[in-house]
């Protein structure tokens, strides 16, 4: 599905993935994220290479994903707050012989609810009840709990309102302004042009094109979004 997927993203920086529906940008997210098998290729992280087979291996290494079906793939909506902060990170706060400490349970879903302003009456209303900015935030919540340092997001904005979009976009620039390095898909161009530092355009399975946010235009990020097409106009 996807080939010769060559990039950099730095600490502090968000770089968004643009391109048409099928052109491999969520396919680029499994990958990396160990979802999908990878043939060939190297993820390296602060110039050492990272084995990233299974989810498990990317998420111990400190990169992370919030996917584009956050209610599928994101969060166990029938299950709290707590529940779906704990869950991923029960390595962290239980003891030896598997023994929940929730005292320290307590302190990290709190500390994720006040750092992302997380609008809940408490911890442990249902994850399905929030809105879904604040379902987003959780989704985030989880995996900031671990330190994370590369946050990777799958259209983070579809399918909520504009005022929960606004909140999407303080989350991924505080993670930026905290140095955490974030990487995301968008089909919206004015989305990308507004949020990224760097936007790089995909089309076919492969990367063509990479261009700086500032000063660019969506008639620019269309031209390389559209490269496959123009190729079969050649040919044909």
């Known amino acids: 599905m996807v080939r010769d997927i060559?990039?950099?993203l730095y600490e502090g920086e968000i770089v968004g993935f643009a391109g048409l529906m099928g052109a491999g940008r969520t396919e680029?997210?499994?990958?990396?994220?160990?979802?999908?098998?990878?043939?060939?290729?190297?993820?390296?992280?602060?110039?050492?290479?990272?084995t990233i087979h299974k989810p498990e291996d990317a998420i111990k290494a400190g990169i992370v994903l919030a996917p584009e079906d956050r209610k599928k793939d994101g969060l166990c909506t029938k299950l709290s707050i707590r529940h779906n902060i704990a869950l991923p990170n029960l390595d962290l706060i239980c003891n030896q012989l598997?023994?929940?400490?929730?005292?320290?349970?307590?302190?990290m879903c709190e500390q994720a609810v006040e750092n992302l302003k997380i609008k809940t009456p408490n911890v442990?209303?249902?994850?399905?009840?929030?809105?879904?900015?604040?379902?987003?935030?959780?989704v985030v919540g989880k995996w900031l709990a671990r330190n994370s340092r590369v946050v990777i997001f799958d259209e983070p904005t579809r399918g909520i309102d504009v005022a929960a979009k606004v909140e999407i976009y303080h989350l991924m620039n505080n993670l930026k302004k905290?140095?955490?390095?974030v990487m995301?898909?968008?089909?919206?161009?004015p989305e990308?042009?507004?949020?990224?530092?760097?936007?790089i355009v995909m089309c076919d399975?492969?990367?063509?094109?990479?261009?700086?946010?500032?000063g660019a235009t969506q008639n620019e990020i269309l031209s390389f979004a559209t490269q496959f097409e123009k190729k079969i106009e050649t040919n044909g």
């Open 184 to 189: 995301f898909v968008s089909s919206e161009m």
């Open 178 to 181: 905290s140095g955490i390095a």
């Open 124 to 138: 442990d209303a249902l994850a399905g009840n929030l809105s879904g900015g604040n379902q987003q935030k959780v």
């Open 28 to 50: 680029t997210t499994r990958a990396i994220f160990g979802i999908d098998p990878k043939e060939g290729g190297q993820i390296i992280l602060d110039g050492n290479e990272v």
């Open 192 to 199: 990308v042009l507004g949020i990224a530092d760097r936007i």
């Open 6 to 8: 060559n990039f950099s």
């Open 98 to 107: 598997g023994v929940v400490n929730t005292k320290r349970e307590e302190e």
């Open 205 to 214: 399975g492969r990367i063509t094109g990479e261009l700086m946010a500032q």
